[in-house]
């Protein structure tokens, strides 16, 4: 597997709620991982809860794609790399990989759209302040090199 | 709104731990309801308890496309509507809408690619028995009669 030195990572452990009855981790359980793993990479772009204090700026999910790979199971430490496909004015097209130790290949992949939003009387898209645009710019580039993020996001269908 | 009057329904209220710093429902808690909504489909096609605890076949999730249209609020009420775009031998093509009363249109859609599993030594993908292929049958032919289950699964990407 590539190494994706370089991106942001979290790390977290598996937690017994997160089980199902299929004795491993809940699909909605990938998705709160990689929910918080966005969260991580707020703080690394700028975007922490001082920034969202003091602007009532923030980040919406627009749309969500996982792509479900291997069974997590409870005793399993699971790491998410964190890059970003695309960015525009407003938006961040983010990407997840889930890894394990145990694992020689990603548990999940995910792929989030994510919108800067202001949040007053009506939530309303805006642009990202210049700094927040050079870091969401850096991690995009460094992003670039490593095209093994996973599976991409596609339209889901029988084939 | 177009009604889906025939179609499984799964209502939940909103737990306070599913709010997030942004004030409204974290995208991963609309997954969990997804989810938990896809076990009550799972009960309605006959894929119970009783069936996973005397057969070791189950569902497992390949795929998940979530779209957030709206926000959720810790008062609201959803209720999330269930139907088959597509099944084969093994597999089901699932789609759902989440609406509530304050709406006037879906909170948000998401579909699922699920797949039928025998939980033995490995996993393994196995055919539906007849009698749970015909409830796949029977769903996915009134859902082909409400389109606007809503947005579609898509590649994600800036537009």
Same mark, same amino acid.
């Given at each position: 597997?590539?190494?994706?030195?370089?991106? @942001?990572?979290?790390?977290?452990?598996?937690? =017994?709620?997160?089980?199902?009855?299929? #004795?491993?981790?809940?699909?909605?359980?990938?998705?709160?991982?990689?929910?918080?793993?966005? =969260?991580?990479?707020?703080?690394?772009?700028?975007?922490?809860?001082?920034?969202?204090?003091?602007?009532?700026?923030?980040?919406?999910?627009?749309?969500?794609?996982?792509?479900?790979?291997? $069974?997590?199971?409870?005793?399993?430490?699971?790491?998410?790399?964190?890059?970003?496909? #695309?960015? =525009?004015?407003?938006?961040?097209?983010? #990407? /997840?990989?889930?890894?394990? @130790?145990?694992?020689?290949?990603?548990?999940?992949?995910?792929? /989030?759209?994510?919108?800067?939003?202001?949040?007053?009387?009506?939530?309303?898209?805006?642009?990202? @302040?210049? =700094?927040?645009?050079?870091?969401?710019?850096?991690?995009?580039?460094?992003?670039?090199?490593?095209?093994?993020?996973?599976?991409?996001?596609?339209?889901? $269908?029988?084939?």
């Amino acid at each position: 597997m590539t190494t994706l030195s370089n991106l @942001p990572t979290y790390r977290t452990p598996i937690h =017994d709620e997160w089980i199902d009855f299929n #004795a491993h981790l809940r699909d909605a359980y990938y998705g709160l991982i990689f929910s918080y793993a966005t =969260d991580d990479l707020m703080d690394q772009l700028g975007m922490d809860a001082a920034y969202r204090a003091r602007t009532q700026n923030t980040l919406y999910s627009l749309e969500l794609h996982i792509h479900y790979l291997r $069974e997590v199971k409870r005793s399993d430490e699971l790491t998410v790399t964190a890059g970003i496909i #695309a960015a =525009d004015r407003k938006r961040i097209h983010a #990407a /997840f990989s889930m890894t394990c @130790p145990r694992l020689g290949e990603p548990a999940a992949t995910a792929e /989030f759209m994510l919108l800067h939003v202001h949040q007053g009387a009506e939530p309303k898209g805006v642009p990202f @302040p210049d =700094d927040i645009r050079a870091k969401v710019e850096t991690l995009r580039s460094l992003t670039g090199a490593h095209p093994s993020l996973g599976a991409a996001s596609r339209k889901i $269908e029988l084939r």
